[in-house]
């Protein structure tokens, strides 16, 4: 009796030493991300020392449950195993896997691409003048309230900016964006003037010189010059996909004000130089990965579009309405505080 006494006692003593690694035939133990097996009452997350019971924001480490441990902000993501005869089987992973990044806070981020600028029909209404030359040694007298208009095509140009911004837990952010973009004249085309294409008159029609310049409306318009250029500031909302994934696609919207600057100058000839402040608003689509702690790199496309700037026309008097529609392909960096 006395030998069984002892026999237990060890028992006992032994199943205390134990206390979080065995529950009945199975062991529980941690394993990091380097590999290391580790006790949980040995384990060290975020900085706090598990010594006798689990960590704050696990759960309980009882009837032979794993804890699940939060990995803090620059810290590999931990894993619980459940091992059982030697062969480990995943059970689990820390609640936060952000890969390095706080779950809420301060964000920067810049970024760069390529600008399309969309076709522009530019319409416009003309106040009573009279023409040049039209080709003939003749010259017209134009009412007021005359529709007139035309095309205008774009080289690629390139479009720039940054943002500051916040970012929740929960996958939202908010964003004040600083942006610029801006595009060369390929071309003008298709003159219409009160429903009248005049495209074979002298050029002198629309410049008013008194004599002809011995070159069509067409030929004219046709050597585009000039650019088209814009600033503005949006407040922007995303939604990111993925959370605590490397990849996470994203959406957002955003509103705001843009200063447009136009100069269109075919054959070297101002038309339009001026520029106009209006309201605008994007709509984007994109992707960011988290390429090593609190950095992000990131792919997007954005559409961006204005409401029509009323624009002077320095040519011939009246006033020009100027559409301004973008798509632009960046990519950038954002750095998460």
């Known amino acids: 009796m006395r030998i069984l006494l002892l026999a237990v006692s060890a ?19 941690y394993v990091s991300s380097h590999g290391h097996v580790q006790s949980p009452y040995q384990y060290k997350s975020s900085g706090i020392q598990m010594i006798g019971q689990p960590h704050a924001s696990g759960q309980s480490y009882v009837s032979g449950q794993p804890v699940y441990a939060t990995g803090g902000y620059g810290s590999h993501v931990n894993q619980a195993y459940h091992v059982q005869g030697g062969h480990p089987a995943l059970r689990g992973y820390s609640g936060m896997g952000n890969h390095g990044k706080k779950p809420s806070g301060l964000y920067v981020s810049g970024y ?8 522009s029909t530019n319409t416009g209404l003309a106040e009573a003048f009279t023409t040049g030359d039209i080709g003939d040694g003749t010259t ?13 095509d774009f080289d690629t140009g390139t479009v720039f900016g940054g943002e500051v911004g916040y970012r929740t837990r929960h996958g939202w952010r908010v ?3 600083a942006t610029q973009a801006q595009a060369d004249i390929n071309t003008h085309e298709n003159f219409i003037f009160n429903d009248t294409d005049i495209g074979i008159l002298d050029a002198a029609t629309l410049t008013r ?5 011995g070159i069509n409306v067409e030929e004219f318009f046709t050597d585009g010059r000039g650019s088209i250029k ?4 949006f407040l922007n909302g995303y939604y990111d996909f993925n959370q605590g994934r ?15 600057d136009v100069d269109y100058s075919p054959s070297g000839v101002r038309l339009i130089d001026t520029d106009k402040t209006v309201l605008g608003y994007q709509g984007r689509i994109g992707a960011a990965y988290n390429v090593s702690g ?4 990131f792919s997007e496309y954005t559409y961006r579009s204005t409401v029509d700037g009323h624009f002077e026309n320095v040519m011939f008097p009246g006033e020009v309405d100027v559409e301004n529609k973008q798509s632009h392909f960046t990519v950038g960096a954002r750095f998460n505080f």
């Open 11 to 29: 028992a006992a003593l032994t199943a205390c030493s134990g206390l979080g690694q065995t529950s009945g035939s199975a062991k529980h133990q």
């Open 112 to 119: 760069g691409g390529a600008n399309l600028q969309t076709h």
């Open 140 to 152: 017209v007298d134009i009412p007021a309230g005359r529709i007139y208009g035309w095309d205008t």
């Open 175 to 177: 964003g004040l964006e």
């Open 209 to 213: 010189s008194p004599t002809a310049l």
């Open 230 to 233: 814009h600033q503005g500031v």
């Open 246 to 260: 490397r990849l996470r696609p994203y959406v957002g919207v955003g509103l705001g004000l843009v200063d447009i």
């Open 294 to 297: 609190p950095v992000d790199v």
